[in-house]
């Protein structure tokens, strides 16, 4: 039964503050706390014995909205989880995930997931993943998601994750094959304080002919934090790919961004960029103007950045 704590949870990774309309699945501590499926998709436990579920959308579902959050408040507790996706052709479907950790105790608690999709021809998904920690506990809060995607031709995925304050240990792993006349693109949002940590390791494979793959990487490291970025776009074929990654430092905050782009065709165009800097201080000057304090309007800085 949720109670008050796990709708706040599901508030924060999911902006759900009721039971969702369409397909869902609410994992709690290790079990199905709820779940539906639709006409259109069937939501069911996995059969090869591994944790976690199958989701699979029939080709031409759209207009509808697939939500799997996942919550833990048990301290101590670890898992491992597969969610795989089957999007058939012609779809266009939004798919809302996350986990949300609230550790009161003093041993660590850990959610790994392994989420795989498949995205058919001509199919659009946009795929939003939100990681959030809380808790006056001194047990650890960690996240260590993968995600890996196949886009079949003209298929395409957008892809945000979000990761704000609360989680003291992080690794990602992101890999996503570009088909013919597909696309790929992935936001990363990224806040870190104290002696938190975190890893992002991501390559894009433009595999078709025409295929696209954009990199958008925001991040604020704060404190003692430390952060690591690997993100890289490999050109097979005729193809255009970007990464830009953005980051600001505070404090004795370490942040390290590593972008690589390779060119296996001489018709791949790639480009990469990446900065790392304070805030300017005529930002925060004009800002005070106008009645912030300072403190105040390093906040309102960041918010916009994270934006």
């Known amino acids: 039964m949720l109670n008050k704590t796990d709708w706040k949870l599901l508030k924060e990774i999911a902006d759900l503050e009721k039971v969702p309309q369409g397909a869902y699945n609410i994992r709690m501590n290790g079990e199905a706390e709820a779940r539906s499926s639709t006409a259109n998709i069937e939501i069911t436990p996995k059969t090869d014995g591994k944790p976690g579920i199958d989701i699979r959308v029939k080709p ?6 697939i939500h799997i959050p996942v919550i833990i408040h048990t301290t101590g507790y670890s ?55 809380e808790g006056e506990g001194t047990g ?12 079949e031709e003209g298929a395409s995925i957008n892809m945000e994750t979000t990761q704000i304050r609360g989680v003291d240990s ?16 992935v936001t990363e949002k990224l806040l870190t304080h104290g002696k938190q940590t975190a890893e992002s390791d991501m390559e894009i494979i433009l595999d078709g002919e025409n295929a696209t793959g954009r990199v958008i990487s925001r991040s604020v490291g704060q404190d003692e934090s430390v952060q690591v970025f690997y993100p ?8 255009f790919g970007h990464v830009q990654c953005d980051s600001i430092i505070m404090g004795k905050a370490k942040i390290s961004s590593i972008p690589a782009i390779v060119a296996n065709d001489m018709d791949a165009q790639l480009i990469h ?11 925060i000057l004009k800002l005070m ?6 403190e105040e309007a390093e906040e309102k800085i960041l918010d916009g950045f994270l934006q």
């Open 273 to 283: 960029e990446a900065a790392i800097g304070r805030i300017a201080g005529d930002q």
């Open 232 to 239: 890289k776009m490999t050109g097979n074929t005729k193809c």
């Open 60 to 65: 031409g579902t759209r207009g509808e909205s």
């Open 140 to 151: 650890e809060r960690i996240f260590n998601p993968e995600t890996v995607v196949y886009l």
């Open 289 to 294: 103007t106008l009645g912030l304090t300072e």
């Open 170 to 185: 992080t690794k990602r792993n992101t890999k996503i094959i570009v088909g013919k006349d597909a696309e790929a693109v």
């Open 79 to 133: 898992e491992l989880v597969y969610n795989d996706f089957f999007i058939g052709d012609d779809c266009d479907v939004d798919i809302v995930a996350g986990c949300g950790i609230h550790n009161t105790g003093c041993e660590t608690t850990q959610h790994d997931g392994i989420h795989t999709f498949h995205i058919g021809k001509g199919s659009k998904v946009r795929y939003v993943e939100r990681h959030y920690g």
